[in-house]
């Protein structure tokens, strides 16, 4: 069941401009949302979290927005930057611990 | 401070057999996790320790089979491979099961054909 859905496989942005990043979920009793960056042949690495009781967390380029009621987050990039090309994994944590990511979106930001 | 290892990185099975991956946490983190990632799917979760002890535990059949010893390396078992066995599978360790301070492994590829 897939309870965190990341619907778009793959983004293409050019640089300097911004990058949104989307991500659904289904469980209401998730409380904490994650966003983990992966580039290939190394293990996720966490990038920015939000907490439910919040609806914006910011840090530097990264902001991540909540919309509890739509059950809906978004991570944006702003500007872009090659470096920023990789999978970009949406995860979420309800009060039990339980741990759900979404299939990732593949983000491609072009010089 | 070292991350977490995984060994090894690729392995290739056949059909029937059975795999055992091994994960070392970050030096003095108790909780390990493991996940499967295969494309589409995102990462599943498999099942977390915490000293020793299985506290949560995702839905893969019971092939899959793990545990954790007192220096809090970990192991992954996984018998009778099927073919859609075929991924990468991540550990990741934290200090507590907190899971926003887990930090990931690079991952171990297992092919299986």
């Known amino acids: 069941d897939q309870q965190v859905k990341q619907n778009s496989p793959s983004l293409s942005v050019q640089e300097g401009r911004i990058s949104i990043l989307n991500c659904d979920y289904t469980?209401?009793?998730?409380?904490?949302f994650l966003w983990y960056k992966k580039y290939p042949a190394e293990g996720p690495t966490f990038l920015i979290s939000i907490s439910s009781i919040k609806d914006k967390n910011e840090d530097g380029r990264f902001t991540v927005f909540l919309n509890k009621s739509a059950k809906h987050l978004s991570l944006h990039i702003v500007p872009s930057q090659p470096g920023d090309s990789a999978v970009y994994f949406c995860a979420a944590r309800s009060n039990n611990n339980d741990m759900r990511f979404g299939a990732g979106t593949r983000l491609t930001v072009k010089p | 401070k070292a991350g977490v290892t995984q060994t090894p990185r690729y392995l290739i099975k056949t059909r029937g057999q059975q795999v055992t991956l091994s994960c070392s946490p970050i030096s003095g983190h108790r909780s390990v996790s493991w996940y499967q990632q295969t494309p589409g799917q995102g990462l599943q979760f498999l099942f977390e320790y915490f000293s020793e002890t299985q506290r949560n535990k995702g839905n893969f059949p019971g092939r899959f089979s793990g545990r954790q010893f007192s220096n809090s390396r970990s192991e992954m078992n996984v018998s009778t491979l099927e073919l859609g066995d075929s991924a990468l599978y991540l550990c990741?360790?934290?200090?507590?099961?907190?899971?926003?301070?887990?930090?990931f492994g690079p991952g171990t590829r297992l092919t299986v054909l």
């Open positions: 469980n209401s009793m998730f409380d904490y």
């Open positions: 990741a360790s934290s200090a507590t099961p907190i899971y926003n301070e887990q930090f």
